[in-house]
């Protein structure tokens, strides 16, 4: 119902992306509210405003891929085997990828996007509020689900209780030294973690250079995902 992240428009006003919702679940009075998303002072900078916003999102389903991929493989090996292969059965084949590319789930869903431009990093908030009274909520369960994580891209999120990747997926999470968590596709987290939050301890000490503190059992076991290696084993 508004669209200003970052001051960036399409709409004028206020800062921010707002979504109106109905609460909903097992007990639960439904209520209308508004989710804020705002970017604040951090700085913000997308491809084009007209990318935030609801969009319609319409998927091929895994199995429909499958058959897709199945039948180009098909098309090949029967226009390279021209001996054998039909002329009829190869036009039959095309037919048939024609309509499986063509398909389409049929569960059309309406997603919330937020663009960011490449190379570039930015801080959302997320905040419920009623919508008749704009005062501000605190649910007793909220879930929030983000999608089409590329390679590149990375998503750091903290004050949540649990986070749940969908199976198989090739998102790995990550814990940083601040504490927050990091989503993305690999294993190397990239940017938060650096030689600013970790030193090297001195030679044949076992003890924490002055200034520091001792890296918890969780953060020796992250380490590679940081700075690549891999944990010799017998030593934690």
């Known amino acids: 119902i508004h669209n200003n992240l970052g001051g960036h428009g399409p709409d004028v006003g206020k800062e921010g992306m707002v979504f109106m919702g109905l609460t909903a679940g097992k007990g639960i009075q439904p209520q209308i509210v ?12 997308s491809v084009g405003a007209y990318l935030n916003g ?15 991929v199945k039948l180009v493989m098909d098309v090949a090996k029967c226009e390279a085997a021209k001996d054998t292969c039909k002329p ?37 908030s997320f905040r419920v509020f009623d919508r008749a ?49 990091a989503f993305g596709i690999g294993g190397k987290v990239r940017g938060e973690a650096t030689t600013a939050d970790y030193v090297r301890g001195e030679d044949g000490s076992n003890k924490c250079p002055i200034g520091t503190k001792r890296l918890s059992l969780a953060e020796c076991q992250n380490m590679p995902t940081i700075y690549g290696g891999v944990i010799v084993k017998g030593l934690m």
Do not use: C, W
């Open 133 to 181: 009274t704009s005062d501000p909520l605190e649910p007793d369960y909220l879930a929030v689900s983000f999608v089409d994580i590329r390679p590149m891209e990375q998503l750091i999120a903290s004050g949540f209780i649990a986070a749940y990747i969908s199976s198989p997926s090739d998102i790995k999470q990550n814990m940083l030294a601040d504490g927050r968590t």
């Open 54 to 68: 609801i969009i319609e999102s319409t998927v091929k389903s895994v199995d429909k891929q499958e058959l897709e």
């Open 88 to 124: 009829a059965e190869l036009k039959n084949l095309k037919s048939a990828l024609n309509a499986a590319k063509a398909m389409q789930t049929k569960v059309h869903t309406m997603v919330g996007h937020i663009n960011v431009m490449a190379g570039t990093n930015t801080t959302v």
């Open 34 to 45: 508004e989710l804020a998303v705002r970017a604040g002072d951090s700085p913000y900078e």
